[in-house]
């Protein structure tokens, strides 16, 4: 099989003759029932109807590598569009049938990265994508706004006092840094608050995610080894995380990189806030007097199964009216931020998320909660065409509990 150095230090295949090896047995379990119960559950689908974005399409592309009908030049472009958000992974019957025994579940979202990752070593690059990440690498954190530097990126907590080193270190990049700041605001006070230490990364770059999910795999990595090397220089033990993209990084991509020598503990800072409620340390007592629904990120609630935390902290908020809905209705929404869609596909995005605003004001709500920075921008942008705010879970229970933070585009 063709190969180069993977990025965690496997290789990766430089034919479609090589992806396919590697990926036959995931494409031809796809390709072979062909039920395509995916369908329904795509978010890209629903507002495409077009099967050529459907995960049978991106296997049967595989299986079509592998009798040399194609090469990656011929369908690279058919990736671009998916979010990665994993819906089609859990609707799979090759899932929910065998995966509980047999610990099987459809990998699409793997397979869409390694065909994105085999197009770009083959310079079948999306040009939006590839102006994104040189941006990226230029500037260690990517262009969600105009001025961008590792400087520019810390400039939310000018006002806290916090130290560079410490065993527990706050993590906030790209957008959140840069765009969403009154999320890290928010978890910076929560922590002050209950009391816990927190430190800040001295020098934090992008996680790299987003560049390893658009195929390019060795900038991701390199990002990777500077801020693991960072927070070694910080004494960090413990990473808080606020973005579940960030998530899905440390715990799959970090220790797929650097196996045995990761040993970092990981944490959600919305699992931190839940726990701190349980045990009374942190009590919401300001009533907010909206009614809401929780829209879960497609990467907590359908890549990681995190749904009770988050309707928890909701639930102990004084004088919301929280109308729920379940997380397995919610895997047929997404919001359209992830998976590079909102740089390659904006339109995309934007109908995607118009379809999530509209699902919440067939609810008759207020207020659309979510806990993700990515999803809050284009969501928000929704939002405002309808005069929903769209607030982040981790900012309501900082407000409930007294925290003098300024939300965008929330004026209770
Ligand atoms: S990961 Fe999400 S967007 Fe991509 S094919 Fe699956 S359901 Fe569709």
Known sequence: MDVVERADGGDRPTTALGLAEEWRNAAYNCYSSGHKFCREVCPVYQVTRDETYLPTAFHANVVAMEQGLVDIEDVAQDYVSCTMCGGCELRCPNTLFVGDFYRF????????????????????????????????DRNRHEPVVQDVSVEVSQAWAAQYDLPRSGSTVLFVDCEAALYRTSLPQSVVWLFDHVGEPLALQPQPWCCGGPAAEMGYADQARRFAEHNVDDWREAGARRIVVLDPHDYISFTEDYPRYFGHSFDFEIVLALDLVAQWIREGRLTPQRPIEARVTYHDPCRLNKRKGIWEAPREILRAIPGLDFVDEDRVTQWSYCSGGGGGLAIARPELTSQLSERRVERARALDVDTLVTACPWAERPLGEAGRRHEMPVIDLLELVALSCGAPVSVPGWLR
Not at 113 to 120: D, F, G, P, S
């Open 105 to 136: 579940r459809t990998r699409t979202v793997d397979v869409v990265r390694a065909v994105r990752t085999l197009a770009v070593d083959r310079g079948v690059e999306e040009p939006t994508w590839a102006a994104w990440n040189a941006a990226t």
